[in-house]
């Protein structure tokens, strides 16, 4: 731990955990699942003229909402599945396992250091959905589709809620599950 920059900024540096420059890291997430939705409705697309326009019309669709529909079940999905894979570094866990006592014995405030870490896991993840969600937008321009901004904030308001959903139950789940593997049918199983 750095203590010179204090504990929000150590969080936000450790919000994706393998890299030292997480914010550079948040924005090529956000990136990356942009192209993997712009793609996906791409690939979709290809098969237009099939069964799949009748039974998921909200993904076959040529226009933005179906892309921004795909953006938001993609980063529902990734977020899952970072949350469960890196579930030590992001989560509460490090209070089971005592590693805030020295912290705790230098004067850091506990309430502080929760309240801290459930702000920069939000903001996190705020960052990396907006600049995707941007990202699906802007590569969709080029599709040529009708621009119908009535339902964008809609799907970006319930997107974001779900992964914040995914956030609060994950970090919820670390403060009263001890093992990882109940912990991790209680987060996929909600």
């Known amino acids: ?18 890299y030292k420059v997480s914010l550079s890291r948040m924005v090529m997430f956000g990136v990356f699942l942009g192209l993997v939705s712009f793609a996906f409705h791409f690939l979709l697309q290809t098969v237009y003229d099939s069964v799949l326009t009748q039974s998921l019309p909200e993904l076959m669709l040529p226009s933005y909402f179906s892309v921004i529909f795909a953006y938001v079940n993609i980063a529902y999905i990734f977020f899952l599945v970072y949350f469960l894979r890196f579930y030590k570094y992001l989560t509460f866990s490090e209070i089971r396992d005592n590693s805030w006592y020295l912290l705790v014995k230098m004067g850091y405030d ?17 960052i990396t959905f907006s600049v ?22 809609p799907l970006f308001i319930s997107g974001l809620f779900d992964v914040l959903i995914i956030v609060m139950i994950t970090m919820t789940s670390s403060l009263f599950i001890r ?12």
């Open 1 to 18: 731990m750095d203590y010179k920059t204090g504990y929000f900024f150590k969080e936000f540096r450790q919000a994706y955990s393998e």
């Open 110 to 126: 506990p309430l502080k250091m929760i309240l801290t870490k459930l702000a920069v896991r939000a903001l996190s993840v705020l």
């Open 132 to 153: 995707g969600f941007g990202f699906a937008m802007l590569l969709t321009v080029f599709l040529k589709y009708p621009f119908v901004p009535d339902y964008f904030l």
């Open 179 to 190: 093992l990882f593997d109940s912990a991790r049918i209680v987060i996929v199983a909600s």
